[in-house]
């Protein structure tokens, strides 16, 4: 490419506002796209969206939406690590064909530790258990009217009159008895009466609502938490709970980081996707010296929050970040086989377009998801129209909890690299979702691509200047809601 008379290592770093994709002889209608992808080496996702692990953004409801959807949650760790692995056993429960994690109560306990159990993880009913073997089943139909007092063992039902079966049961066996009994639980249990497991009839019903969700192989949602690489007891207990591990540093490209990362992936059993990255020197120097990494997560800078690139200067914005990964894994060749998550930034459908044109798999939105319903920021109203709140991670906000401080380099532990504020109220994760594939399944059609992999060798690029930029943006009219302060996103 012309470098305009620069040296040869002075760079241009392109973002997506930089760019456009040009239309290409097509044979596919948006309806045939196949929007299906792989967010690292082992997992594949129905959709490729993957959402910030950040307070304002991924706890356990958004996680459980957007897996349904068919893309995948990272769980933030701006919190103990417990309360990090009850939000992943809170989405690994959320559904399952058969939940493994049981909760169970013993039957010497009280009506109201039952119901405060029920009403806190928001399950309907608990296997009674007594030295490992089941004994009853309470529901919360069973105390709705009980005495706080009573032992549970006085409300629930007994094991004889329990329908129960065998840990081997298909799918089409469980649906039967369900149906034949009109029950709603199906405890399983061994041959010494010991429980196993449970099957509900909700969890055979979410199947068919959620036909394009991720699920694992024993029928629970997808979740991915991120770690930090020091934190390697974090990393070990969350493994236990989630698929994927991810970590999360702002500048993944560090010596300290790498070795600790090592460990990590030497300790754990889930995946581990690293990051951040930008540059090609990076993904080739973390690529060869780290032994099983099973995807990569780019971009340093532009995210919507960001102040790195004000406070130091230094940034790999998103779209030069996948550029530069895409040519360290084609010269080592493993483009194709580790995938490449584009981080930050995102605005539109048209920016996740490009974002995956360029050779990533999947990105992840912060900004986006942080204006859900399911997301945790607060709701609220101004002059008539609604938003969440939403930070960076190196904001004052996000590090006054003083838990995910690591993120930065040491200095930066002195300095704020984030700002905090509102983004538009955007629906449910789903309406989002419906949205932002719309877009893109559009703009795959005027390419002509029918999957990601044909989108990646089909895509031209041009480059357009900041006076195009305004050309191909609405211009030259008055709208009604010109007067408000603008998003800046739209
Ligand atoms: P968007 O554009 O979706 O980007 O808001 C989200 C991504 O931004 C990163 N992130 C930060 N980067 N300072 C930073 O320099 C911060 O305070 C900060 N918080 C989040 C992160 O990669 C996220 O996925």
Not at 372 to 393: F, Q
Request: aromatic share 6%; with cysteine.
């Amino acid at each position: 490419m012309y470098n305009f008379g620069l040296p040869e290592n002075f760079k241009i770093a392109l973002t997506f506002n930089d760019v456009i994709l040009l239309p290409g002889w097509t044979e596919v209608e948006p309806r045939e796209i196949d929007l299906s992808t792989y967010v690292d080496k082992n997992h594949k996702l129905n959709i490729p969206f993957v959402s910030s692990p950040m307070d304002t953004v991924t706890e356990a409801d958004l996680a459980i939406a957007l897996a349904r959807e068919g893309g995948l949650g990272v769980l933030h760790r701006n919190c103990s690590v417990e309360e990090q692995v009850e939000m992943a056993r809170k989405v690994k429960r959320a559904e399952a064909f058969v939940i493994r994690d049981v909760v169970t109560i013993t039957p010497d306990k009280r009506v109201e530790d039952a119901r405060r159990i029920m009403e806190e993880l928001n399950i309907h009913g608990l296997p009674v258990v007594s030295s490992g073997k089941l004994v009853g089943l309470v529901t919360s139909r069973d105390i709705r009217y009980s005495e706080p007092n009573l032992r549970v063992s006085k409300v629930m039902t007994p094991r004889e009159r329990l329908i129960v079966t065998h840990p081997g049961v298909t799918i089409d066996e469980a649906k039967k008895i369900l149906q034949k009994h009109k029950i709603e639980k199906l405890p399983l249990v061994d041959d010494k009466d010991r429980l196993i497991g449970l099957i509900t009839y909700k969890d055979l019903e979410l199947k068919g609502k959620y036909p394009n969700a991720v699920r694992d192989e024993n029928g629970r949602l997808l979740v991915a938490a991120a770690i930090s690489p020091f934190d390697l007891e974090r990393a070990k207990k969350l493994s236990k709970y989630v698929d994927i591990l991810v970590t999360d540093v702002a500048h993944f490209h560090n010596k300290n980081v790498f070795k600790a990362t090592k460990k990590i992936i030497k300790s754990v059993d889930s995946d581990v996707i690293v990051g951040n990255l930008g540059t090609r020197e990076a993904v080739l120097d973390a690529v060869s010296d780290i032994e099983d990494v099973s995807g990569l997560r780019v971009g340093i800078g532009s995210g919507s929050i960001c102040t790195t690139g004000i406070v130091t200067r230094v940034a790999a914005p998103t779209l030069f970040a996948v550029l530069e990964s895409v040519s360290a894994l084609k010269e080592l060749g493993a483009f194709g086989r580790i995938p490449i998550i584009a981080d930050g930034g995102i605005k539109n459908s048209g920016d996740i377009a490009v974002a995956l044109a360029a050779g990533a798999s999947a990105v992840m939105m912060g900004n986006l998801f942080a204006g859900t319903r399911e997301s945790p920021g607060r709701l609220i109203a101004i002059e008539g129209r609604y938003y969440k709140e939403y930070y960076g991670m190196g904001s004052a906000r996000a590090r006054a909890k003083r838990m995910a401080l690591d993120r930065y380099s040491y200095p930066s532990k002195e300095i704020e690299e984030g700002i905090e504020g509102w983004v538009p109220y955007r629906g449910t994760v789903s309406d989002l979702v419906k949205e932002l594939s719309a877009g893109l399944k559009a703009a795959m059609g005027y390419v002509g691509a029918k999957n990601i992999g044909e989108l990646w060798v089909k895509s031209r690029f041009a480059i357009i200047l900041p006076t195009g930029f305004y050309e191909i943006r609405p211009h030259d009219i008055v709208t009604p809601t010109q007067h408000l302060p603008r998003s800046g996103l739209l």
